[in-house]
Structure formats: C-alpha cells, structure tokens
C-alpha cells in the first residue's frame, strides 16, 4: 500500500497523540479514527463524572473526524473501553448524543484502561 492510499490527519482541538500514532488515517472510503480518552485539548484529563469524561471522549473523536471533513454521523463501527462496565449505560446515553440511526456497529469491552475511564474509537465511511 503506498503512501497516498494512507492520508494522515491531525485535529488542533483534540489532544496529541501520546505515541507513535495518527489521530486518523484515511484509506479507500473509510476513516480509521484512533482511539480517544477523557483529555482536553491541552492534554489535561477530565476529572468529573463519567458521563462528562464520556462526552469529552466523543468530542475529541468527532474533532478528529471533523479535521478530516467527516462526521461520526456517518460511523460504521464504534469501539467502546470502559474500565467498569457499570458505566455502560451512563455510556449509551452519552453515546447517542453524537450518533445517528442506522446506528453504526459497536463493540463494548471492559479494559484495564491506565487511569481514565473510558475510551472509544471508530470507522468512518466517507464519500470521495
């Protein structure tokens, strides 16, 4: 696969990726959108409740997608990493918040996350 096959793309107002990563990689007709936690764009963690460090989770995720002219509106598959699954439904509701019916598939997987609750990421279809 060559390089223009794998567009890069970076959001100024979601945190930096922390490694040796992208926030996003177009390939096809899809947007590969990394995972994203409860951080600012500063980098600074959101230390209050779930369903706000959920929202900031979503938010970044849909600042990713909106730096390469898409939407979670259009997402196909949402990855869901919650330290406790306790918080899935204070997730979901949070989670229709920036979905859309049909809604996309989704897996939720409780993850042993390092000191943060909740991480999601997802693929998005794009139109050329």
Request: proline share 7%; charged share 25%.
């Amino acid at each position: 696969m060559t390089d223009r096959n794998r567009i890069p793309f970076r959001a100024e107002d979601a945190p930096q990726p922390s490694g040796p990563y992208s926030q996003a990689i177009r390939s096809g007709g899809f947007l590969f959108l990394s995972g994203q936690g409860p951080f600012r764009p500063d980098g600074s963690k959101v230390e209050s409740s779930f369903e706000e460090q959920a929202r900031q989770a979503f938010s970044n995720l849909q600042a990713v997608a909106a730096a390469a002219g898409a939407s979670l509106a259009d997402a196909v598959r949402v990855g869901v990493y919650l330290r406790d699954m306790s918080d899935f439904a204070a997730m979901n509701k949070v989670y229709v918040e920036f979905l859309r019916k049909p809604m996309p598939a989704r897996t939720t997987i409780q993850s042993d996350l390092p000191g943060f609750d909740i991480e999601v990421d997802a693929v998005i279809a794009v139109v050329d």
